[in-house]
């Protein structure tokens, strides 16, 4: 399976909305923050100077994600951008998507003038925990996390670029 990446194009909307409805319904329930980036990316995420990212196989949007400014700053110098929404067809996951779009959204993030990158998950979703580490990023500790709008999210982790 060949997997290509591209930016967000008004056409992809719904399939945005789809594959991330998906994931965050079959491991746990949207949330208000969830609603918001969903239904109203093109404030939410596009209208804050964010990006984002889709994989296709076959002309088909098979994966998502996205990249903007965080709404937490930590206040130590850095350009911060925060990734969301990151989702793979649950019936083509393990396949390297997850790693396609995670590539991108790195490089935009690099592209955007980004010294560090940092998101949020659950540890219960190992498959992309694991890809994450992969990918570079490292857990932050008790005294590092950030504030969070999202009930299930237990793990955060950040990614420094260049020098760091």
């Not at 592209?111 to 940092?118: F, S």
């Not at 793990?155 to 420094?160: E, G, K, P, R, T």
Request: charged share 25%; with cysteine.
């Amino acid at each position: 399976m060949t997997v290509s990446t591209r930016l967000y194009q008004t056409a992809d909307r719904q399939a945005f909305i789809d594959l991330n409805r998906d994931w965050i319904e079959e491991y746990f329930v949207m949330e208000d923050s969830d609603r918001e980036q969903l239904e109203e990316l093109e404030a939410s995420i596009l209208g804050k100077g964010g990006r984002i990212v889709v994989a296709e196989t076959d002309g088909l949007v098979v994966g998502t994600g996205a990249i903007l400014p965080p709404p937490h700053d930590p206040g130590d110098g850095r350009n911060w951008l925060e990734i969301v929404k990151m989702a793979a067809h649950k019936n083509l996951r393990g396949r390297g998507i997850g790693q396609a779009v995670m590539d991108a959204l790195i490089a935009q993030a690099r592209a955007m003038g980004a010294d560090a990158i940092w998101l949020e998950t659950n540890a219960d979703l190992t498959a992309a925990v694991r890809l994450y580490q992969r990918s570079g990023f490292r857990h932050l500790g008790a005294s590092e996390l950030w504030p969070t709008p999202y009930a299930r999210c237990n793990v955060q982790m950040v990614l420094l670029l260049g020098d760091g």
